[in-house]
């Protein structure tokens, strides 16, 4: 729902299905008054407001044809997730995203050994999710900035997403499998 149209039926049964809230520059008594005004809505998404899936903001700030990505913009950006394939690194990156820390803050916070902080820490420097600034012999790592904040975002809500579903789905799959079972033992 990024850069789309979205009729008020739809975006009505969103909301009452509780898929959807939304938030604008109302305050927040307001804000809550107008999670049922689809019109309100509509109105504000025009004007470039955000809508939240449920949990997560679905930003409206880039306009960004995902069609038109080409090979060497993929690439890049494969790479750029890359530094994102290790558990570590995003532990890091959630950390990291509550404020800026010494690589000995987040040496204790995750329990991990300083070496193994500092080589990722490095390598998420080299991609652009943080960057570091010396303060007297210590360095103190931040986040480089808010995209990357919205991008973790982003990536913890699909895993929550894709969790509830695997769930679900290993519930559905279990549960048929007992019922077959119960009925083959019937007949």
């Known amino acids: ?74 690439y890049f950006i494969a790479d750029a997730m890359e530094g994102l394939a ?22 204790a916070a995750t329990g991990m050994e300083q070496p193994a902080v500092s080589q990722h820490l490095r390598v998420l420097r080299d991609l652009g999710f943080v960057r570091a600034e010396k303060k007297g012999r210590h360095k103190i790592y931040e986040l480089y900035d808010a995209h990357v904040a919205g991008l973790l975002e982003q990536v913890i809500a699909h895993a929550e997403h894709l969790r509830d579903h695997l769930s679900t789905r290993e519930e559905s799959t279990v549960a048929l499998s007992r019922e077959r079972k119960r009925l083959q033992q019937a007949s």
């Open 1 to 74: 729902m990024l850069d789309q149209e979205v009729s008020a039926s739809e975006l009505g049964g969103a909301l009452t299905s509780g898929l959807v809230v939304h938030l604008c520059g109302c305050s927040p008594v307001r804000q809550r008054a107008h999670i049922a005004c689809v019109e309100h809505i509509i109105r504000c998404m025009r004007q470039g407001a955000c809508v939240f899936c449920k949990d997560h903001l679905i930003s409206k700030r880039h306009r960004i044809d995902l069609a038109a990505v080409d090979a060497e913009t993929a």
């Open 86 to 107: 290790a558990g570590a690194r995003v532990q890091l990156l959630c950390l990291l995203a509550h404020g800026p820390r010494s690589v000995k803050d987040l040496t």
